[in-house]
Nanobody, 119 residues
Framework: QVQLVESGGGLVQAGGSLRLSCAAS????????MNWYRQAPGKQRELVAA???????NYAFFVKGRFTISRDNAKNTVYLQMNSLKPEDTAVYYC?????????????WGQGTQVTVSS
């Protein structure tokens, strides 16, 4: 079992920055991929950024160049640095951990943290 706790959300003006944190209850080196998703009201949850155990990062096109995902293995924490925020970035942001076990993928979710960007 992996427990994830997000923090760092809040209210910010357009153009501002926030840093989200996701603290895991296990050594994140044992987790194959850690991801940030978001869900806006009335919309489906969407992948924002992902980082592998080896540190390779990928981003959704709508955040590329503005958001940066990183991991601190010593703290078992993954971060999402969000710069140049736009009102359309407003959503609940969720941390997700994926553990590959043979052909199975175990997925774990945090409780989410609200990000609100005002215009």
């Amino acid at each position: 079992q992996v427990q994830l706790v997000e923090s760092g959300g809040g209210l910010v003006q357009a153009g501002g920055s926030l840093r989200l944190s996701c603290a895991a209850s296990v050594n994140i080196f044992s987790i194959d991929a850690m991801n940030w998703y978001r869900q806006a009201p009335g919309k489906q949850r969407e992948l924002v950024a992902a980082i592998t155990r080896g540190g390779s990062a990928n981003y959704a096109f709508f955040v590329k160049g503005r958001f940066t995902i990183s991991r601190d293995n010593a703290k078992n924490t993954v971060y999402l640095q969000m710069n140049s925020l736009k009102p359309e970035d407003t959503a609940v942001y969720y941390c997700n951990a994926q553990v590959l076990t043979g052909a199975l993928v175990e997925a774990y979710w945090g409780q989410g943290t609200q990000v609100t960007v005002s215009s």
